[in-house]
């Protein structure tokens, strides 16, 4: 199986802030990594896929880049509502596989 | 808007099988371009896809759980399944359907999922 580590596992941050998650896979994954969000008793949420592919009705403040084997997704301003999860996954080779996680806290 | 609903037991005996079901409502079920799918995630761990299953019957399964796993889908009723054998305390999850969306080119993009329900492996 592809591996795909997340760096941080939490970070802690203020409205506002500018944040970077990162995403390492291994092997490469070439451009097939999608992020998605996820809330606490809620569905999870595709927020980008295709590396930097905004999927529609996501805000603009979520951003994705990276190729080959890394890849980080960034929120330029963050806001009350993105405390959440977020993960990246590889859809390159079956099974698809997920990042641990990064759980983001305001 | 598509949306997602698993429904089954919230326990399940050890060495029992788990048994969950999908509900799919707003279209396109039974269209091209998509599969659906099932994940879960163990409390405190990440996700972990746990197979697919396209609109003609054909699935893939993770293979460590290739000998436990069963996916199937009734388009009458646009349900699809998931039965899961000989389960144990590790198998308790949140587990969640979601639609995959492979017509965009991207074999394993997730873009509708269920909200997920909790199954605990418990006697």
């Known amino acids: 199986d592809i591996q795909m580590t997340q760096s941080p596992s939490s970070l802690s941050a203020s409205v506002g802030d500018r944040l970077t998650i990162t995403c390492r896979a291994s092997p490469s994954v070439y451009s097939y990594v999608n992020w998605y969000q996820v809330k606490q008793g809620e569905a999870p949420r595709l927020l980008i896929h295709d590396v930097s592919r905004l999927q529609s009705g996501v805000p603009s403040r979520f951003s994705g880049r990276g190729s080959g084997t890394d890849f980080t997704l960034v929120i330029s301003s963050l806001q009350p509502e993105d405390v959440a999860t977020y993960y990246c996954q590889q859809s390159y080779s079956i099974p698809p596989t997920f990042g641990g996680g990064t759980k983001v806290e305001v | 808007q598509v949306q997602l609903q698993e429904s089954g037991p919230g326990l399940v005996k050890p060495s029992q099988t788990l048994s969950l079901t999908c509900t799919v409502s707003?279209?396109?079920?039974?269209?091209?371009?998509?599969?659906w799918s099932w994940m879960r995630q163990p409390a405190g761990k990440g996700l972990e896809w746990l197979g697919r299953i396209y609109i003609n019957g054909n699935t893939n399964y993770h293979p460590s759980l290739q000998s436990r796993v069963a996916i199937s889908i009734d388009t009458s009723t646009n349900q699809f399944s998931l039965k899961l054998s000989s389960v144990t305390a590790a198998d308790t999850a949140v587990y969640y359907c979601?639609?995959?969306?492979?017509?965009?080119?991207?074999?394993?993009?997730?873009?509708?999922w269920g909200q997920g329900t909790l199954v605990t492996v418990s006697s």
């Open positions: 707003g279209g396109s079920f039974s269209s091209g371009g998509y599969y």
């Open positions: 979601a639609r995959g969306n492979y017509g965009s080119g991207n074999p394993a993009l997730f873009d509708y």
